[in-house]
């Protein structure tokens, strides 16, 4: 099967530290891919590189077997790839809905006219359909969250990167999302998630990548990864046998 996107020896620096140290992973198409790693580990730096917000100092990315490492993020926005930050940042004074049309006239070079439909029915899909006129910026934290994964569908994308999108949330508003990631992905949407909340990773995840100082230190299926000594150190230190 050929990966829909593939890293392959990325490599960046900030200064001394060293964010990607040689790091290579695929996603197959249709594929869920959860990853893991400690805070600092360069996980939201390989977001960084993968949408072009940072450049690599070394290594390539190919998107459906063509090399995309040039182009800049708007290019790959077009073709594609859609992201959530970690730290939610919409534009806060505009509504919920217009947040939305920004996103997907600008990834699709529709008109607002041809894409308000479907922005609508992604408002729906993700519960905010309710707040649509509400100003973006006076969401509570679990609507921010939803509206970042709606402005990231609203980009129309092949492959969709989630950067922490459980945390804070309560056991059902964890659920609600659960089913939202796993329906997306059901559409034939490419999915790379990093989440600390990892029942929430293992009730979606095909396969798991854990990342420690930038480095790739696994890569398979989810339970198993969670079994092997590599990750309990990272979780729980090299006693962790004995929590
Ligand atoms: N723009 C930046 N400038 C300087 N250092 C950065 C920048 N982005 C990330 N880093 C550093 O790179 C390392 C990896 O960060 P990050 O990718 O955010 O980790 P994670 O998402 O796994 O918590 C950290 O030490 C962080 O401080
Ligand atoms: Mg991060």
Not at 63 to 91: K, M
Not at 186 to 213: C, P
């Amino acid at each position: 099967m050929s990966a829909i996107l593939q890293l392959q020896g990325i490599s960046k620096r900030y200064g001394a530290v060293v964010a990607s140290d040689n790091l290579s992973l695929h996603l197959n198409p249709d594929e869920a891919l959860g990853v893991i790693g400690p805070n600092g580990s360069g996980k939201t730096t390989m977001f960084n590189i993968i949408t072009g917000i940072a450049v690599a100092d070394r290594g390539h990315i190919f998107l459906e077997g063509t090399e995309i490492t040039r182009l800049r993020a708007f290019e790959r926005c077009r073709r594609g790839i859609a992201r959530s930050f970690q730290i939610p940042h919409p534009f806060g004074g505009m509504s919920v809905l217009e947040n939305l049309l920004v996103s997907a006239v600008f990834a699709q070079g529709e008109s607002e006219k041809k894409v308000s439909h479907r922005c609508l029915e992604i408002l729906e899909e993700t519960g905010l359909l309710g707040k649509a006129n509400v100003r973006a910026g006076s969401l509570t934290l679990l609507d921010r969250k939803r509206l970042e994964l709606a402005r990231a569908l609203a980009a129309n994308p092949k492959v969709l990167l989630l950067d922490e999108i459980a945390g804070g949330l309560t056991e059902q508003e964890c659920r609600l999302l659960i089913e939202e990631i796993t329906r997306i992905r059901s559409r034939g949407v490419s999915i790379i998630w990093i989440e600390h909340v990892v029942h929430a990773l293992l009730a979606v995840v095909d396969r798991l990548v854990v990342i420690n100082f930038g480095k790739k230190i696994d890569d398979g299926e989810p339970h198993t990864v969670m079994g092997t000594q590599a990750v309990k150190n990272i979780y729980m230190g090299p006693e962790g046998d004995a929590v």
